[in-house]
């Protein structure tokens, strides 16, 4: 079989050093890729389908409209849902131990089967940890076997932090349905103070192939880093979660992750080392030789959620980057100025009002100026949700 040279891998994050045109043409439907371990326990296992494309054409084809499902020995089958294009999903699989099982794929008139796999043992993480360097927070996932059965690992996780805007506005330019009015006085106006898109929320996924083995230490226990995250990130200006998720993989499949990521990180210009043969343990049923791109894994899956604060690692030093200017409540100068974008308005406080009515309660005049900051350091939700997440404290 020919070496699989340049074709992108979907789920393979790196940038091209230089332009590079491959010798290889990858097919017209392109190679099947597919990702995702199997969870044997309770949770969700989520299987992702896609094609390559060549290199110059630089996006991610979604395999939809596949049936995907579980054999085992005994001819019994498991069934997927796509929830979303590309995304198959089963719940709770509560695999037996003694059992085999296979992936079933289904496809655009084809058929892959994987090979028979066992459900691998998993120990439980023991513990989330971190250090604090010059170039910012490193994380680590720190695990161990007493049965000595688990050596090889596969993690990934999922961050989320709380961020604040730094301000909370109580006035706003001129939006005649805006719930929030007090009185209508023309350009620039008052409104109740607005703390609703003050908090929020934002989460991401790992995106690089986090691996690891135990098999050169004298005991089964391994410490790998999993995230650095820069000095001074936002991250860590509230309070920052990550759930860590481990999966313990067979020989073949850590050396098959082993490729993937040693061609993830290495492609680059034509100088640099070409991606090796990519062979798993999924085929083609009518075509043994068509190359399909990923390797069936089965084990139950361990998680462990750490939170931590700029508090507790110290001397953080986040910074928004936001000020205040003080502007005159001019229409002209306001729309020169961009103060009023799209019906987001990064609009604060008044500083000098004219009297309307002496004996009316504040606010009871006609704004002079006001003090403004860019939107993102008055409105959170332009950079995140206000759903507070169910597992936050």
Not at 306 to 312: K, P
């Amino acid at each position: 079989m020919k070496k699989l040279f340049i074709i992108i891998l979907s789920f393979i994050f790196f940038t091209c050093k230089e332009p590079y045109i491959s010798p290889v043409s990858s097919p017209n439907l392109g190679y099947l890729v597919v990702e995702g371990a199997i969870n044997s326990g309770l949770g969700n296992t989520t299987i992702r389908l896609s094609r390559t494309t060549q290199l110059s054409d630089g996006r991610r084809v979604i395999e939809a409209g596949a049936l995907v499902s579980l054999q085992n020995e005994s001819g019994g089958n498991l069934f997927f849902a796509e929830v979303n294009p590309g995304n198959y999903q089963a719940n709770d699989l509560n695999l037996d131990v003694n059992q085999k099982y296979r992936l079933r794929i289904a496809s655009n008139g084809r058929e892959y089967l994987s090979d028979f796999v066992g459900v691998n043992s998993n120990p439980p993480i023991d513990s989330v940890s971190w250090t604090k360097e010059s170039d910012g927070l490193h994380l680590f996932v720190n695990t161990h076997d007493p049965q000595g059965l688990a050596k090889y690992f596969l993690w990934d996780y999922t961050e989320t932090w709380e961020f604040h805007s730094d301000w909370a506005p109580n006035c706003k330019y001129d939006a005649p349905n805006d719930p929030y009015w007090v009185t209508y006085v023309d350009q620039v106006i008052y409104y109740k103070r607005d703390s609703s898109r003050w908090k929020c929320f934002r989460s991401d996924t790992s995106n690089q192939i986090l691996i690891g083995s135990s098999v050169k230490y004298a005991i089964d226990t391994i410490s790998s880093p999993i995230r650095v995250i820069e000095s001074g990130s936002q991250k860590l200006s509230v309070l920052y979660s990550t759930n860590v998720r481990q999966f313990a993989l067979s020989k073949d499949a850590f050396e098959f992750m082993e490729k993937m990521k040693k061609n993830s990180e290495q492609l680059g210009g034509v100088f640099d080392a070409q991606p090796t043969e990519l062979q798993g343990n999924i085929h083609q049923t009518s075509n043994p030789n068509e190359i399909v791109i990923g390797f069936v894994s089965i084990c139950p899956s361990q998680e462990k959620r750490t939170f931590l604060t700029a508090d507790e690692v110290g001397g953080w030093n986040y910074s928004s980057g936001c000020y205040l200017i003080t502007e005159d409540n001019n229409r002209d100068l306001i729309k020169q100025n961009n103060f009023a974008q799209d019906g987001v308005t990064p609009i604060i406080l008044p500083v000098e009002y004219r009297d309307r009515n002496p004996s009316d309660p504040p606010p009871n005049g006609y704004i002079i100026n006001f003090v403004a900051a860019d939107a993102r350091c008055v409105d959170c939700t332009l950079n995140g949700t206000t759903v507070k997440p169910s597992f936050w404290p």
